[in-house]
């Protein structure tokens, strides 16, 4: 794959300050992980170890045990190749370890000394990466804190407020933006669907597996984004594979928002198309790459996230449709955080931004507002019948299961009915008087983007600019411990240096939750600056 600039433009903000708390940085604790990785080998780890340490530096670069002796497990020498002589084991029908000449080593150490040696295969163990990658370190270090913000357990729903390893927990870290994992209507679709159709249909939707609730729900949502046709795939990140991997080849490129989700990457990777990113929400970058994509020979397809999950965000589509249009190039826009809350139907920021006309493909996922699980894309009904019947993450897998189906349909609906604009409403007011909040504590907060016409587009998504990963970690903890949950982003999720703290709201959070959180927010605030430095203040 040809990637024309990289993730690490993603962002103009500049870096925060740099760490001030103690610091288990990742580069001190490197010699840490390889000392003790050793300790729970067996010798053919050992020695695939020792190999791929020397001649790699680990897998990204960074030179792990360079200093040991080349010996293996038990004391055996090492060659210059890296290469241990492991008493002649035969791997992929070369014998390593003997340096051996063809025939045998019946010749004895005289024979060993051969210019094969230079020829001989490298032996990778695959499993290497998982046992010397660069976050083993930081992993361990965290777990031993009990810092790690990640897979940390829920006992209960996710609500306002949740069960969460054995203590109630604000909840600020989800993306069930209008709460309706809680409504009664779309736990009994969910309940409907299973009494009906039983618990999984085995099968994917091309061959056994779509059922009228799968094709009543492709019609609902191709109704409510006034699209000819929608296909419903099993995941939003299928969706994404799905379509970029098929409606892209080999001879067409593909221009991404540096911002963009990973599975939209995901989908360029599986396409082999010729990728092209552009900086973060930089109109006069896409201009420069779309001059550049012309040459390139084949179609071209732009890819943008109408709100960008990690900063909530949002992309200047009539402008980006502008330049799509100049250049003839067609325009996808994933809504995975705008379906359900932005525009008057909350149909997603093509709506909002009225631009629905002109988007030549729209995507979304269930996963959020719609409190399920599922992913759909909407467009030209020739497209999507292509997709439908050409989509490899559609038609090999299984189809969603009747209780996500059910229950996103019965989202939709609710969306669709008179409850849906207040609903709207109500997350997006949540979203306001949190970061007027935290922004009156001091934090900073990612800002709303602003339109050409001066309107502010607020979202869910409220980041708290932190800087440093660690620091980032260690203020989540803080959090954590005093009864709130957030979600924590750091590199390669951000920037260097650009770590957030994302916090999101749901329309089913009252003030008085809110300002329970912020309570929060205060105390450890105060805490977290007293041990360990200011934070970044807020740019107000
Ligand atoms: C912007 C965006 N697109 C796609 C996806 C993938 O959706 P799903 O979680 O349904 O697989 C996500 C999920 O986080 C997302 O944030």
């Known amino acids: 794959m040809d990637v024309d600039e990289e993730r690490a433009c993603a962002n103009d903000r500049d870096a925060p300050g740099a760490l001030t708390v103690a610091d288990p940085r990742p580069g001190q604790l490197a010699g840490a992980a ?5 300790h729970s080998r067996g010798a053919g780890d050992e020695a695939r170890r020792s190999h791929g340490d020397r001649l790699h530096g680990g897998r990204h670069g960074r030179r792990v045990g360079l200093d040991r002796p080349h010996r293996g497990q038990h004391g055996q020498p090492v060659d210059d190749l890296g290469l241990v002589d492991l008493g002649g084991c035969v791997v ?34 695959v499993f290497a990466k998982a046992r010397q990658h660069e976050r083993l370190e930081q992993l361990r270090a965290a777990r031993e804190l009990d810092a790690l913000p990640y897979f940390r357990v829920l ?43 039983g618990t999984g249909i085995t099968g994917s939707r091309f061959l056994n597996g779509t059922l009228d609730l799968h094709v009543e729900l492709e019609h609902e949502l191709a109704d409510w984004l006034g699209t000819e046709d929608a296909l419903v795939f099993t995941t939003g990140h299928q ?17 991404v928002d540096s911002g963009d989700h990973a599975s939209i990457l995901d989908g360029c990777i599986l396409a082999r198309a010729k990728v092209r990113a552009f900086r973060h929400n930089r109109l006069d970058r896409l201009q420069r ?25 949002v992309a200047p589509l009539p402008e980006i ?72 993450p559609f038609i090999f897998t299984a189809s969603g299961v009747p209780a996500a189906i059910g229950a996103a349909l019965a989202a939709v609906r609710i969306c669709r009915s008179d409850e849906g604009p207040p609903l709207f409403s109500r997350v997006l007011d949540n979203a306001r008087y949190l970061h007027s909040g935290l922004s009156e504590l001091g934090f900073q907060v990612v800002k709303p983007t602003q339109l050409v016409d001066g309107t502010a587009v607020v979202t869910p998504v409220v980041p708290v600019v932190v800087g440093d990963d660690w620091k980032a970690v260690f203020l989540w903890k803080e959090l954590y411990d005093a009864g709130l949950f957030v979600n924590v982003m750091i590199h390669p999720a951000v920037p260097p240096a650009g770590a957030l703290l994302r916090t999101s709201v749901m329309a089913t959070h009252d003030h008085e939750t809110l300002d329970q959180a912020l309570e929060i927010f205060s105390a450890v605030k105060r805490s977290f600056e007293s041990q360990h430095g200011s934070l970044p203040p807020d740019g107000r």
């Open 34 to 38: 390889a000392a003790d990785q050793s």
């Open 155 to 197: 006992e209960g729903p996710t609500l306002p407020v949740v069960e969460m390893e054995g203590r109630r927990r604000i909840m600020l870290g989800s993306n069930n933006y209008l709460g309706l994992t809680g409504d009664e209507r779309v736990r009994q679709g969910a309940m409907d669907a299973i009494a009906k159709y």
């Open 289 to 313: 790459t779309l001059e550049r994509a012309a040459g390139d020979g084949g179609g071209i397809l732009v890819v943008v996230d109408g709100v960008f999950s990690t900063e909530g965000d």
């Open 321 to 392: 449709v502008e330049l799509c249009q100049a250049h003839g190039a067609r325009l996808m826009v994933d809504e995975a955080h705008a379906l359900g809350v932005l525009g008057a139907r909350g149909a997603g920021t093509c709506e909002l931004l009225g631009v629905e006309e002109q988007v030549d493909l729209r995507m979304a996922t269930f996963s959020k507002s719609l409190a399920s699980c599922g992913g759909v894309i909407a467009g030209p009904a020739d497209v999507v019948e292509f997709l439908r019947i050409q989509a490899r």
């Open 239 to 255: 969706a994404n594979i799905g379509t970029l991997g098929t409606i892209l080849g080999p001879g067409d490129t593909v221009v």
């Open 92 to 125: 992929g029908g070369v014998r390593l370890g003997h340096r051996v000449t063809h025939g045998d080593s019946a010749g004895g150490q005289d024979q060993r000394a051969s210019s094969m040696t230079a020829v001989m295969p490298e032996l990778v163990d």
